[in-house]
């Protein structure tokens, strides 16, 4: 079953603005990750989070993970047209073996 | 030079053909994996080779056949094409076994069963 759900489903801001997306799992994990994919293409990793990890950056990705309440944000600031793509964040946990469980995505469109 | 690399990127066949879809990454990772995309967007595993070797099948009809010739290979072949697997098919690799790295993931192919 589907270990992770993205929050929300859509979101459309304008360029300029930040854009939050959110993720909430089910199970104790090793680690978070969190991947793009434009249109028509496939998946590409921006970052992960170890469960010890509270908070990670990468450029003007931000990414939280509180494993208190199993959930994990990913926040873009001064978003750009070109961010315009499908989030998903994907989780590494034992009790799932030896492959990541990937949440339905959220859908970002930035107005330019 | 493309790091995982699927071919063909496009494929439209008939109900009941048989296919294959190959899958080739040049990062001397370890472990490749195959997902299946549907309409919603929703990633499923379906397969994954450790050095040649099968250690994830997920529950997948056994019309659905991987092959890993090396470790840098992972086919897909798909035999009697249904309606149902009309779908994105991803190759993926990753540099050790599990999550604990990310994976890299390949553009895709479009299967579409008419």
């Known amino acids: 079953s589907q270990q992770g759900e993205e929050d929300p489903q859509a979101l459309s801001i304008q360029e300029g603005e930040n854009a939050t997306m959110n993720c909430s799992y089910k199970?104790?994990?090793?680690?978070l990750q969190w991947y793009r994919q434009n249109s028509g293409r496939g998946l590409v990793h921006l970052i992960l989070i170890r469960s010890n990890e509270r908070e990670k950056h990468s450029g003007r990705l931000r990414v939280t993970l509180d494993t208190s309440k199993k959930s994990s944000s990913l926040l873009i600031t001064a978003s750009r047209a070109a961010d315009t793509a499908s989030y998903f964040c994907a989780t590494d946990a034992t009790i799932y073996g030896n492959k990541l469980v990937f949440g339905a995505g959220t859908i970002l469109r930035v107005k330019s | 030079d493309t790091a995982v690399s699927q071919t063909p990127k496009y494929l439209v066949t008939q109900m009941g053909n048989d296919k294959s879809i190959k899958c080739e990454q040049n990062?001397?990772?370890?472990?490749m994996y195959w997902y299946k995309q549907d309409s919603k967007k929703f990633l499923k595993i379906m397969f994954s080779?450790?050095?040649?070797?099968?250690?994830i099948n997920e529950t997948v009809p056994n019309r659905f056949s991987p092959k890993s010739p090396d470790k840098a290979h992972l086919n897909l072949h798909i035999n009697s094409l249904e309606l149902g697997d009309s779908a994105v098919y991803f190759c993926?690799?990753?540099?050790?076994?599990?999550?604990?790295?990310?994976?890299?993931f390949g553009s895709g192919t479009r299967l579409t069963v008419v």
């Open positions: 080779y450790n050095n040649k070797e099968l250690i």
């Open positions: 993926a690799s990753s540099q050790v076994v599990g999550g604990d790295y990310g994976y890299t």
């Open positions: 990062l001397g990772h370890d472990t």
């Open positions: 199970t104790s994990i090793n680690n």
